[in-house]
């Protein structure tokens, strides 16, 4: 098998967006269900900070590995770029949640969940665009660059027996 066959293909926008709203978008309905439990338990923040931390994890590893074609598990720098993305989901369902809070005395759970969903629904989007633009763009990148000088040395190098025969 050449270079060219073993490189992943990085799926163009709308499929990776698809497979994003799929992984991310399961791990945060998953995820919205686990801080509403773990919020009886301990102060709502710190549920979310839990939360936030291991679905993260779990998004990036799923992002890596089919969303974004890096074909592979993510790398520390990977994981630390989407923390910051994360981060900064964190402040909009925390500012969501306390802007809520400070509206409505005493919400349902219903309205908990609408709220926490849409906020994490709006930085989701913003994560979308950040780890394809940003965290995965350099794998895809690199990946590219890797596949065409394989490609054009096996142009140019003669053919081995075992190819002619694998050819015929």
């Known amino acids: 098998m050449d270079a060219a066959q073993s490189q992943p293909q990085a799926p163009g926008a709308v499929a990776a967006f698809a497979r994003f709203v799929l992984c991310g978008g399961g791990v945060g309905i998953a995820s919205s269900f686990a801080v509403a439990g773990l919020a009886s338990w301990l102060p709502w923040a710190l ?9 993260t ?8 590995r089919f969303t974004f074609g890096a074909g592979g598990r993510a790398t520390w720098r990977q994981h ?3 923390a910051g993305s994360a981060a900064a989901a964190y402040a909009v369902t925390c500012g969501a949640m306390f802007a809520l809070q400070q509206w409505v005395a005493s919400p349902g759970a219903v309205l908990e969940q609408a709220v926490y969903l849409s906020a994490s629904a709006l930085s989701g989007i913003a994560r979308f665009v950040v780890l394809r633009v940003v965290v995965f763009a350099r794998g895809r990148a690199r990946a590219a660059a890797d596949v065409v000088p394989a490609t054009v040395v096996r142009a140019a190098a003669p053919a081995t027996p075992a190819e002619l025969c694998a050819a015929a």
């Open 57 to 64: 994890l779990l998004a990036t590893e799923l992002h890596a």
């Open 80 to 82: 630390t770029q989407s």
């Open 47 to 55: 549920a979310n900070a839990l939360v936030t931390v291991v679905s």
